[in-house]
């Protein structure tokens, strides 16, 4: 039995079943790629949902970590820590905003709008006690909480989790007139992917986002904007939404996570303006973890490297580049490439093999993607990755389909 085997025993043996990786045990990492308990190497094209943008163990943030943990690395939120100041401000400014609320997962982030905007709702816009409603789209993800699940239309993610918070409404993603409909005087706020990641990087109609921030403002409704896999470089910009029409649109809530730890620690924050977060009084709502030294160490210089512009350039240049390579395959196997940045939804025909089946056997050949639904595959390599590797995971993909014809 190899080490490999041995290992995936047990986790078997000893792991609640709630995933099913690809059998592959990594050992160690850098940039773009990881490498197996035997020393195998691979292509890391799923780059941790998203998470590891910046590549695995970036200099600069393996030394920002580093040079923290010789210092502090939690204090709790009931003490201040010095790096916090500088954390909030630079990364409200990032966002165009005034306050930011931190956390330490997207689903957390998710849940943190949530009631955020619910108590803006009662507190400010003057909606009747307990009535707040919450406008989510269909094949959103947002993340794995009891309330998160209970508007999520994924009965994998859902079922047997009930009985569910009740508060939202499901209408189709990318349908302004549905969204339109669904808006009345309880509604709070509208809560959306920019792009749908999980659900294979949909992209929505051009003006879609225009007409949801146009909405949004008419009716006195929050627009928040879930942007934990789409933000911070992966589309080729800081954030999907500014990639909208000729000047973008400003959500009045980012929900950020992901990258925003670079990768390193759990790093989340819901970051807005003054009148919305200003809603929270001490002891309504916190974590022992947000906002701790380490994780603000971290996430100061990620901030750092957006601020360069740097990575979301890459993610352009290389996105264009993908999305040219990708399109040469569409049209025998390949139905069709979704997305933005560097970041591609790819639906191959179902007779060539499930997305699991296309995963395993290009992980056979050193690449490592994670399909999403049926016969999707998501590639959303770290941001760190060379056009030549890029290349070669393209052409891998090529030879699997070709073999699988
Ligand atoms: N929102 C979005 C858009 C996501 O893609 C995810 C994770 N895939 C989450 C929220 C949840 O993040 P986490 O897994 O860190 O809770």
Known sequence: MSTSQRLLAEADAHSAHNYHPLPVVIASAEGAWMTDVEGRRYLDLLAGYSALNFGHRHPRLIEAAKRQLDRSTLTSRAFQH???PAFCAELAALCGMERVLPMNTGAEAVETAVKTARKWGYRVKGVAHDRAKIVVAENNFHGRTTTVVSFST?????????????????????????????????????LLEPIQGEAGVHVPPPGYLTGVRELTRARGVLFIADEVQSGLGRTGATFACEQEGPSGVQPDMYVLGKALGGGVVPVSA??????????????????????NPLACAVALEVLAMLRTGEFQE????????????????????????????????????????????????????GVLVKDTHGSTIRAAPPLVVSKEDLDWGVEQLGAVLAESA
Do not use: K, Q
């Open 82 to 84: 010095d790096l916090f």
């Open 154 to 190: 994924d009965e994998e993610a859902r079922a047997d989790y009930g009985p569910y918070t009740p508060g939202f409404e499901i209408v189709p993603y990318g349908d302004l007139a549905a969204l339109e409909a669904a808006v009345d005087e309880d509604t709070v706020a509208v």
């Open 314 to 365: 890459r993610a352009r240049e290389l996105g264009d580049h993908l999305r040219h390579e990708l399109d040469l395959l569409t049209g025998g196997a390949v139905r069709e490439v979704r997305g933005r940045g560097l970041w591609a939804g790819i639906d191959v025909a179902p007779e060539y093999g499930t997305g699991r089946e296309l995963s395993e056997r290009l992980m056979a050949r």
């Open 270 to 291: 819901v970051v807005s303006t003054d009148e919305v977060l200003g809603v929270h009084r001490p002891g309504e709502h916190g974590s022992t973890f947000g906002g």
